[in-house]
């Protein structure tokens, strides 16, 4: 009873003001995730994807391959929607603690993926992407969560939802499984040197390995850990 009493008493303690960033490519369990988990701590789930723009890009270009054309206006559109989107998540971390699946470091790293898919030469690396970030990005997130699964496991998932009618997720451009295969891979080493940045504010999860309630009790679990020591 006390130690129920302790958990209950630190989860109304969260910092109203954290921000966790959720990474994984699309079908990784991200939005699943973030709506579990803000059920059990009141927080308020952000995405970038919910915005129109947004949405109407895809929907213009989802059949589309990926040309360097596409990928530099794509990292413009979004690139602009991140400033209204920074400050829609500031706002909210006023009053509430924030899951989010946007922001530049994403955008950086999505049309960086895009580019080594199609051989285009960059001049900066996935650990520079996050240098840069790091050091410009005036909101830090506290925690970082990478979700992700196997290729196929990703691909089952995305044909289940063109099977509902979704058009949009036909595997094809940027959701193919190459681009997401090379796409998950990047994040998994934007991952890593996160995780050797700051061990101890990173979490990774296999989605097809444990099921969304595990994953969301390990890492309120964890976040429980940090406030007390």
């Known amino acids: 009873m006390l130690k129920l009493a302790l958990i209950m008493k630190l989860l109304e303690s969260f910092v109203s003001s954290e ?47 990926i040309t360097p054309e596409l990928v530099d206006r794509r990292e413009q559109l979004f690139t602009e929607l991140n400033r209204d989107f920074d400050v829609k998540v500031n706002d909210a971390l006023e009053s509430t603690h924030v899951l989010t699946s946007g922001s530049l470091l994403v955008t950086r790293l999505s049309h960086f993926a895009m580019r080594e898919v199609i051989s285009i030469p960059q001049s900066i690396s996935v650990t520079g992407i996050v240098d840069e970030w790091l050091t410009t990005n005036t909101r830090i997130p506290e925690r970082v969560v990478y979700l992700h699964a196997p290729t196929k496991t990703i691909r089952e998932r995305l044909l289940a939802r063109e099977m509902t009618g979704d058009t949009r997720e036909r595997p094809f451009g940027y959701n193919s499984p190459f681009f997401l295969d090379r796409y998950n891979k990047v994040l998994g080493s934007a991952f890593s040197y996160l995780y050797d940045i700051n061990p101890g504010c990173v979490s990774i999860y296999d989605t097809s390995l444990m099921p969304t309630a595990e994953i969301t009790d390990d890492f309120l679990a964890k976040r429980i850990d940090s406030d007390v020591s």
């Open 19 to 65: 921000l966790s960033l959720v990474l994984g490519v699309d079908g990784s369990g991200k939005t699943t995730f973030m709506r579990a988990a803000s059920d059990l701590n009141s927080a308020t789930v952000l995405e970038p994807t919910a915005n129109q723009k947004a949405k109407e890009f895809k929907q213009t270009f989802f059949d589309h391959p």
